[in-house]
């Protein structure tokens, strides 16, 4: 299976600032990396998909990069709701994959 | 607008089976395939499988494959896992979600599955 590494495990910054999330893959992935945003309580929510592709309704803030076995989701301009579990998917190869996370803390 | 909404919790004993649906509004079930993924308390996410809406063939994930069942009933417009064999070890929520050009796109609200004996 294709393992998928996030890091840092956990973000603290200010609103306004630039968060810069990492997912490393244990293989060449292509372009098949996608981000989603996780809430307690609500239902996961896609921000990127194909490496750099906003989903629908997804503002310009959220910006994904990478290719091969690296990728990166950038959100500038923090607000107070950014603050969530981040998340990377691959779907190159079954069985599709999941990062373990990334917690965004905005204070 | 796509949407998915799930039943409810579940509390199972080990070894029984358990049943989840996930009804889908705003589009057919046709249209987009339907994966399912689940996460246990402090784990990651884990996908079990998915059911492809064109040609309705089903992929496992090894780990699940002797012990999961997904169907679909198109004209209810629900989608359902069935996992049997239940351990604690399966003690998750579970959640749906569309496949939208192979993007996870909408996902269901989770629901949780608790095994004790």
């Known amino acids: 299976d294709i393992v998928l590494t996030q890091s840092p495990g956990t973000l603290s910054l200010s609103p306004g600032r630039s968060a810069t999330l990492s997912c490393w893959a244990s293989q060449d992935i292509n372009n098949a990396m996608s981000w989603f945003q996780y809430k307690p309580g609500q239902a996961p929510r896609l921000l990127i998909f194909d490496v750099s592709i906003r989903a629908s309704g997804i503002p310009t803030r959220f910006s994904g990069s990478g290719s091969g076995t690296d990728f990166t989701l950038t959100i500038s301009s923090l607000e107070p709701d950014d603050s969530a579990l981040y998340f990377c998917q691959q779907r190159f190869a079954w069985p599709i994959t999941f990062g373990q996370g990334t917690r965004l803390e905005i204070k | 607008q796509v949407q998915l909404v799930q039943s409810g919790a579940e509390v199972r004993k080990p070894g029984a089976s358990v049943k989840v649906s996930c009804k889908a509004s705003?589009?057919?079930?046709?249209?987009?395939?339907m994966h399912w993924v689940r996460q246990a308390p402090g784990q990651r996410l884990e996908w079990m499988g998915w059911i492809n809406a064109g040609s309705g063939n089903i992929e496992y994930s090894q780990k699940f494959q002797d012990r999961v069942t997904m169907t679909k009933e198109t004209s209810a417009s629900t989608a359902y896992m069935e996992l049997s064999s239940l351990r604690s070890e399966d003690t998750a929520v579970y959640y749906c979600?569309?496949?939208?050009?192979?993007?996870?796109?909408?996902w269901g609200q989770g629901t949780l599955v608790s095994v004790s004996s």
């Open positions: 979600a569309t496949d939208q050009a192979g993007a996870l796109g909408s």
């Open positions: 705003g589009y057919s079930l046709t249209t987009y395939g």
